[in-house]
């Protein structure tokens, strides 16, 4: 009789068991609040002004979906909590990321302004010298101006945009500073040679 007590109990203890095992589901609510916040991250730029944050938040996010795929519901359950957390902060860490790149953006379109100066003084000294090239600089001189209008209009809405626009002006500042340089260069080398066979 006493054999058959443990028995019933061992019994009772496996299936009340086996019903706790079979009640616990996949936190689906937590799961929808921390997708939910990763696409919001996502539509306010957090892919592109809060990298850091964003992708420590994705870690979190997948720890989660491991723990539900080994049925561990009770720590994904919590991962997921942590993971809507981890996106809010990357969301809020948006506005901070913009303005750092939009600082960055103002920063280099002055030192373009200025950069620009130099490249018009140095088209004036070589204007005469310009006669092949002077309608390329002109188109690129009227070109440049727009862009850089441009520029400073996207820096508020887009200022990764504006930054990759200060590259390409860049570019343009580059190519022309070594034509002009190039240009002032090519009087001084006839001379050059002139005093050289002077000397033999």
């Known amino acids: 009789m006493k054999h058959f007590k443990y028995s019933v109990s061992f019994l009772m203890v496996i299936a009340l068991a086996l019903v706790f095992i079979g009640c616990a589901k996949p936190p689906e609510a937590e799961q929808k609040a921390a997708k939910a916040a990763m696409d919001a991250a996502v539509s306010a730029g957090a ?3 809060a990298a850091a944050d964003l992708d420590a938040a ?3 996010w997948d720890t989660a979906e491991a723990q539900v795929k080994d049925k561990k519901y009770k720590e994904a359950k919590q991962g997921y909590v942590d993971a809507k957390a981890a996106f809010e902060k990357a969301a809020g860490a948006v506005a901070a990321g913009k303005k750092a790149v939009a600082d ?6 002055a030192a373009l302004e200025e950069g620009w100066k130099g490249i018009e003084a140095a088209a004036k000294k070589v204007e005469k010298k310009m006669k092949d090239q002077k309608g390329a600089w002109e188109a690129d001189a009227k070109a440049f101006v727009e862009d850089l209008k441009t520029g400073k209009e996207m820096i508020a809405a887009d200022p990764l ?4 626009k200060v590259a390409e002006l860049k570019a343009v500042i580059e190519k022309w500073d070594a034509t002009f340089k190039e240009k002032l260069a090519a009087p001084a080398q006839p001379e050059a040679k002139e005093e050289k066979k002077g000397k033999k």
């Not at 960055?104 to 379109?109: C, G, Q, S």
């Not at 945009?161 to 990759?164: I, N, P, Q, S, Y």
């Open 161 to 164: 945009g504006a930054k990759a």
């Open 104 to 109: 960055e953006a103002n920063a280099a379109i």
């Open 58 to 60: 994705k870690k979190v």
């Open 47 to 49: 892919d592109k002004y």
